[in-house]
């Protein structure tokens, strides 16, 4: 069950990037801070699930 959870969530961590690009947000808002900013989440919780620290979804696929 944990292992389908991890494989989940760094599915849509990955897809992060590109779904910021397609979203309508405030004009003048910064994209890398979006990014960074909902990506702290993902990183924390795959964290607690894997007893892992890893920053980037690239780190956490390999």
Same mark, same amino acid.
């Given at each position: 069950?944990?292992?389908?959870?991890?494989?989940?969530l760094?599915? @849509? %961590?990955g897809?992060?990037?590109e779904?910021l690009k397609?979203?309508? %947000?405030?004009?003048?808002?910064?994209?890398?801070?979006?990014?960074?900013?909902?990506?702290?989440p993902?990183?924390t +919780?795959?964290?607690?699930? +894997?007893?892992?620290?890893? @920053? +980037?979804v690239?780190?956490?696929?390999?």
């Amino acid at each position: 069950m944990r292992q389908e959870i991890v494989r989940k969530l760094l599915i @849509a %961590f990955g897809a992060l990037p590109e779904r910021l690009k397609r979203g309508r %947000f405030i004009s003048g808002d910064d994209p890398r801070e979006r990014r960074q900013i909902l990506s702290g989440p993902f990183v924390t +919780t795959l964290g607690k699930l +894997t007893g892992q620290n890893f @920053a +980037t979804v690239l780190q956490w696929q390999g």
